[in-house]
């Protein structure tokens, strides 16, 4: 029989956290504490909540000494990419010192660690990235994320990381991801410059729900990519989108990544072999389409 767990899940009110909370509250008796920044939980949910800076070494101590988890699920990052690069400090504290956090208070429960991690920490010249592939960041995100699996992976505590790409999906007053900023901005009529020449594998927030899900109740350890089925530049992804929705192709105008003058540089090519998650974890990653019309249902449109 299945064995209980006592899971502490930071991010709580973020788009991952939010559709994880979910995900377990359906699909498993497991017990989650929710946690974020935020006075609130974004909904009241079957699982109590708790605000916590997970910067903050001593308040994550004794959080994790009073709930005694079996798991930590950290959902929580500092997630603006080009925020990151002016932002070194406090990125870093997020990014990648809070991981060191949970590492320290893990080891007097030996609670073990589940993180979520990113293709940034690849360039993108060669794309088919497992995860045994060489890392090679570009941008000061993609260096804390690398940082952050190395300190896990150095530390001797049980752990496990999923690397995901380009995640979308809803949730309540959740940071507007790809595609719920095309749905704001073509559903007014507004015309948007998307570039032609970043190409990935679009996730749905559901599918990585769930992988940390069958993480939990299979017990697994170690790297897995986990991504959306599906590769495609991000114009691609926006026209079908607008397909999907209806909305007005004729809004979407290719450009170039060099006309954005983004201040971090971004993988131009990062597709997943997810063959381990599909095998170890039986994930049947969603396509752009299903994803699409999945996110119409949840949106009632
Ligand atoms: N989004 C993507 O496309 C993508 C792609 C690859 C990997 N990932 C990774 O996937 C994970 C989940 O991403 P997401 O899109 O769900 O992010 P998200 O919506 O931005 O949620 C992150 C949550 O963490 C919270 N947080 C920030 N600083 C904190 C702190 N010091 N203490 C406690 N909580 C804090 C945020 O609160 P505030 O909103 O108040 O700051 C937010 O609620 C992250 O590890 C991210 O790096 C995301």
Redesign the pocket.
Known sequence: MEQLKRILL????????QKTAEIFAKESDHELFL????ERAEEPRKFKYFP????NKEAVKEKVKELNPDIII??????NVDGCETERELSW???VD?VKNFIIASRYNSTKVI??????IFDGKTGNYDEQSRPSPKSFYGKE?LASENALISSGIEHAII??????GN?KN??R??ALWLIDMLGKNHTVTIVDDQYGQP?M?DDLGLALLRIVERNKKGIYHVSGSEYLNRYEFAIRLAEIFDFDKELIIPIKTTDLQQAADRPMNSSFITLKAETELGLKALNVTDGLYMLKHQLGM
């Open positions: 930071t991010g709580a009110n973020g788009l991952l956290g946690t974020d920044l935020a916590l800076d997970i910067t950290n959902a929580a990052a500092y997630t504290r997020v990014n809070a993180h979520v991690s990113t293709d940034y994320k690397r995901t790409m380009i995640i979308y949730g959740v940071k991801n790809f996730t927030v």
